[in-house]
Structure formats: structure tokens, C-alpha cells
T-cell receptor, first 113, second 114 residues
Framework: DGGITQSPKYLFRKEGQNVTLSCEQN?????MYWYRQDPGQGLRLIYY???????QKGDIAEGYSVSREKKESFPLTVTSAQKNPTAFYLC????????????FGPGTRLTVL | QQQVKQSPQSLIVQKGGISIINCAYE??????FPWYQQFPGKGPALLIA?????SEKKEGRFTISFNKSAKQFSLHIMDSQPGDSATYFC?????????????FGTGTRLKVLA
């Protein structure tokens, strides 16, 4: 089955710790995205990548970092610099940057204790 | 200018009724308007999408109406069912610096009463 997987589904972190969220896709999509979702707000773009070894900041990149070493993988690290990291994180991909349809993974809910 | 305004924030509809969710945008550079359906604890799933050269698109019980001059588009769910109870997001997409960015509305929580 083709799709996007995110792990873990739930993640708890102590303040001051970095944590990495996994996103893998087997759709052979070139572009991948990370969004943050908070209650009552739309999805906000954190980072995106159009090709391997290249990525750009989205609207709320501060306190986050990413890498794109493989086409299939786009992990997101939430660093201790992120002031309010508790949120639902969604990874998405699209076939090409110019192909508009984005497919979403199931999400990771991060809670900072 | 990149905002997408969505209303209402929540909606309660009787089974069999019509659910209507509205979105408005300002930037005429947007050229793709998808609607996503999201169930609690899940990722959004594409429901239906439209491009501005079309005024209406229908897929089953779901219809998008698009008014280019008013810069508005809406989702109509006919014969609403309890299984349609979810949060619905509209979005608008445009090319920015060589890639397509989505701007999402704030979501509408739909509850269909049995």
C-alpha cells in the first residue's frame, strides 16, 4: 500500500529536550511538507522540501529543523528553542512541487510535560 | 493578502440536510482550491478540489461552488449523514518562489445529528 507514515503517534517530551518526528512516504513524491495544527487554527507550514538535500523554511520555522537525505524521508526535529511545541504535527507530500494535490500522513501529537 | 477566511466555525445539521461551508480569499494569484476532511486524531484527506476556470464541481454528495468575481468558494454536502461529522478545511494554493504553498482556512467542525 502506498502512503505516508508518521511515527510515533503520540510523543511526550520534557522541557529542554529535542525530539525528532519521523515521516516516510512510499509514493515516490518529490515534495514533502511539515505542518503544525493547533485547536481552532488552520494548518501552518513549518518547512518544505522540493527535492532531496534541499529544503526551505515555511511560515513558522523558528525552533524547528529538518533534513532531506532520502527522497522517502523528511524528519522534523523540534528543538528546545521552540517556545510552545505542544501541537499536532502533520507531514504531507505531493508528486511534484507544481502538482497541487497534497497527501497527508496520520499525524503525531507532541505533548511537552 | 494570503489569508483564507472560513465560516462558520462550527455547524450542526440534521441527518439528510444540506451542510454549507464558506471560504473567501483576497489574492487572485490562488489557482487551486481544495477541501479537506479530517476526523479526530487523523490527518486531513482530500475531499474535492476545483480550479478557478470552473464554477462548480460535483463528486457524489459533495459540491464545490466557485465565484471568481466574489473571490469566494463553498462546500455543499447534500443529504448529510452522521458519518460526515468531521472538521472540514478549505485551502487555496498558489506558486510562491517556485513551489506551491497551501493557505488553509481555520476549519469548520461539522456535526450531523442522527
Amino acid at each position: 500500500d502506498g502512503g505516508i507514515t508518521q511515527s510515533p503517534k503520540y510523543l511526550f517530551r520534557k522541557e529542554g529536550q529535542n525530539v525528532t518526528l519521523s515521516c516516510e512516504q512510499n509514493l515516490n513524491h518529490d515534495a514533502m511538507y511539515w505542518y503544525r495544527q493547533d485547536p481552532g487554527q488552520g494548518l501552518r507550514l513549518i518547512y518544505y522540501s522540493q527535492i532531496v538535500n534541499d529544503f526551505q523554511k515555511g511560515d513558522i520555522a523558528e525552533g524547528y529543523s529538518v533534513s532531506r537525505e532520502k527522497k522517502e524521508s523528511f524528519p522534523l526535529t523540534v528543538t528546545s528553542a521552540q517556545k510552545n511545541p505542544t501541537a499536532f504535527y502533520l507531514c504531507a507530500s505531493s508528486r511534484q512541487p507544481r502538482n497541487n494535490e497534497q497527501f497527508f500522513g496520520p499525524g503525531t501529537r507532541l505533548t511537552v510535560l | 493578502q494570503q489569508q483564507v477566511k472560513q465560516s462558520p466555525q462550527s455547524l450542526i445539521v440534521q441527518k439528510g440536510g444540506i451542510s454549507i461551508i464558506n471560504c473567501a480569499y483576497e489574492n487572485t494569484a490562488f489557482d487551486y482550491f481544495p477541501w479537506y476532511q479530517q476526523f479526530p486524531g487523523k490527518g486531513p484527506a482530500l475531499l474535492i478540489a476545483i480550479r478557478p476556470d470552473v464554477s462548480e464541481k460535483k463528486e457524489g454528495r459533495f459540491t464545490i461552488s466557485f465565484n471568481k468575481s466574489a473571490k469566494q468558494f463553498s462546500l455543499h454536502i447534500m443529504d448529510s449523514q452522521p458519518g460526515d461529522s468531521a472538521t472540514y478545511f478549505c485551502a487555496a494554493s498558489m506558486e510562491v518562489s517556485g513551489t506551491y504553498k497551501y493557505i488553509f482556512g481555520t476549519g469548520t467542525r461539522l456535526k450531523v445529528l442522527a
